[in-house]
């Protein structure tokens, strides 16, 4: 396959996705578009060998596969188009394998456990779904120094407990609590009520508590990228983008009272680019 041919399936896969994400990728240069558009790709399709797999599969099976082709985009022999593009920019951007493969330790983290007992132990996931995408994206932003890093496993952590906030009942419903059983009992609510979906002023207390978790690493990544260069700064755009969106995202979750039982709470299109635009223009003329 071409890897025109392999990029234009990324890219149509993207677009389908109607990811929050998406929209910030508008305002990358065609090149750095098109690598984030492969990688959202891989990990999408990842993720979804797990959380929605086609009628018939395995997703142990799936996992196996993915890590085989990612031996082979390394190795120089990727079948698939996902895989094939992926070869294509790893190759131009020096993207390390090591990411990668910690993306795939945590999306396989969902097969064998639907309960975190620690903050500690749901970090490591978090860290492993989000914060290496993070990683990962610093080398399309060209952007790879330790601070930098440090921003971007801060705003990994932040989007990711966002996501877990937004989509407690949702998980509840197929049987899985990520918020950390240690937190449950601290705040008196039990599991048994979190699986039926019982909104209380205990809950309340509980998910307050847990979106002040997410706050500080927001917190967190905006003191490293206070302490970046004004051209490193503007590499970080996008991710500007997306810090806006999924903290839009946290504040409407509070905002309703942690109602997080009912219809999922999400941005409309227009606020999304409203966001964007915003966010693209203060990097350009502060």
Not at 78 to 84: F, G
Not at 125 to 141: D, E, K, T, W
Not at 230 to 238: D, G, H, I
Not at 239 to 261: C, K, N, T, W
Request: with cysteine; glycine share 4%; proline share 3%.
């Amino acid at each position: 396959m071409k890897a025109s041919d392999a990029q234009a399936y990324c890219t149509a896969y993207t677009k389908k996705s109607g990811s929050n994400f998406y929209y910030s990728f508008l305002f990358l240069p065609k090149a750095k578009r098109e690598a984030m558009y492969t990688v959202y790709a891989f990990c999408k399709a990842v993720d979804s060998a797990v959380d929605e797999p086609t009628a018939g599969s395995n997703p142990k099976d799936e996992l196996k596969h993915w890590r085989e082709e990612l031996d082979a985009v390394y190795s120089g022999t990727p079948t698939t188009p996902i895989m094939v593009s992926l070869a294509h920019h790893v190759k131009a951007l020096s993207i390390p394998k090591a990411y990668f493969e910690e993306l795939i330790k945590g999306v396989e983290m969902d097969l064998f456990n639907n309960r975190y007992v620690t903050f500690n132990e749901l970090s490591l996931y978090c860290y492993r779904v989000a914060s290496v995408v993070g990683l990962i994206c610093l080398h399309i932003f060209g952007v790879t120094s330790a601070r930098a890093q440090d921003y971007a496993v801060a705003l990994g952590m932040a989007f990711q407990l966002t996501n877990i906030l937004r989509d407690v009942g949702v998980d509840a419903a197929q049987g899985r609590i990520y918020l950390p059983l240690d937190d449950l009992r601290k705040w008196n609510y039990a599991e048994k009520s979190m699986l039926n979906r019982s909104y209380s002023p205990e809950f309340r207390v509980l998910m307050e508590y847990e979106a002040s978790q997410a706050h500080h690493y927001y917190k967190r990544a905006e003191a490293a990228l206070a302490g970046l260069s004004s051209s490193e700064r503007r590499a970080l755009t996008v991710a500007e983008i997306m810090r806006g969106i999924y903290s839009r995202i946290l504040e409407r979750i509070e905002r309703s009272d942690y109602q997080v039982f009912g219809p999922r709470i999400s941005l409309t299109t227009t606020q999304r680019v409203m966001i964007a635009l915003g966010v693209w223009l203060r990097s350009r003329f502060s």
